[in-house]
């Protein structure tokens, strides 16, 4: 009860400090932070049953919309960066995907490449559009409104078929990891190590929700673009040594796993090579060190996307005992299991360390505060975050 009590009294100093609610002045909105922070409302009305909740969550997705669906007000542009009319860019705000929101203007066409600035750059990400698409679709399924529905799918369209390109004949197609905003050149040119696997399982959650409705959405149907990750999936490694990067692949691991569940389809994906990438990453977080850090060298959300991911592993134990004729593991998969557990102690570690006041006086705190902030509530109650659909429980 403390934690989901502490996570609902950070995000509302989150929705305070960045004009959701209160009267703090312009809002500040920020696209993967604010993903997070939809989930996390949808969590807190779960819990309380407190439509002051949902109606959070409805006002940032719009919001989200309006200002992310637009250009910024520093821009040459204006308008819905879909190009579409005033109602039209209501009707379907997804359409030309969303800005990042970042502070800084977008590098032109002509300008010099600068690796450190483009972090600071507006554009577009594929990952923070796939983070943006999970959350529609948890809204889609709690509140049952397909326009929430209608807005994923057509967000996970433009997003695919801009940020994708093809290679030469007879491989598989790839990712850029960053584009312009407006969809027409690549930022950045390399693939985003989890990039392929996360659109993989977030297209079929989306597709799977579609059972929900009375609306199949047929004119999207989303099969040509999971083909696709599935070639750019097929035998690849996703062990990394980012600890927010292994949280991510141990948060699809369990979303893979409930739609195994719940819909009896998951496609070629299995879930035992993606937990032995999942044990790699650990072991490669434990052996570098970065818990015994002093927190000016730590960075506080990358470690909560772990610490969260911990908690996906948690569940997925759990769901793995529940749908024995689901998943036939076999016997060293199921001690792989096993050893995982060991490394559950690091998500109380994890949120203990940041949860100190002291600790949220560091620059690498402060200098990232909203984005620190969410992933800490996600942390201390994640399954608006982690759970596929209103009503599974794992």
Known sequence: MQRASTAQTIMHNFAVATGLSGTSGEPRRYLWTDAFAVCNFIEFYRQTHRDSYLDIARRLVDEVHFLLGRYSDKDSRSGWISGLDEQAGYDHPTVGGLRI??????????????????????????????????ALTRMAAVTGDDHYQRWALELARAAHAAFTYPTEAGKPARMYWKMSIDLSRPLVASMGH???????????????????????????????????????????????????????????????????????????????????????????????????????YRLAFRELGLATGLHALARLQGLIEHYPNTFSLAAGDRRRLERLEKYSYLSHAIESFWLQAAHQESATWRDHLDINSVMLATSLAPDGYLLVGPVIQA
């Not at 929101?101 to 002509?110: H, S, V």
């Open 194 to 296: 989890h990039d392929p696997l996360d659109a993989l399982v977030t297209y079929m959650e989306l597709r799977a929700n579609n059972s929900r409705y009375d609306s199949s959405f047929s004119d999207i149907t989303l099969d040509r673009e999971i083909a696709d990750c599935q070639a750019m999936c097929a035998a690849k490694n996703w062990a990394t040594d980012d600890p927010l990067g292994t949280g991510g692949l141990l948060v699809d691991t369990f979303r893979l796993a409930q739609i195994m569940a719940e819909f009896d389809n998951a496609g070629p994906l299995q879930l035992a090579p993606l937990l032995v990438d999942c044990e790699a990453g650990l072991a490669a977080f434990v052996d570098s060190g970065g818990t015994n850090q002093p927190a000016e």
């Open 101 to 134: 929101g970042k502070t800084l203007a977008e590098r032109e066409a002509d300008e010099f490449f600068d690796s450190n600035l483009e972090w600071h750059r507006d554009g577009q990400y594929f990952h923070y559009l796939t983070r943006w698409i999970q």
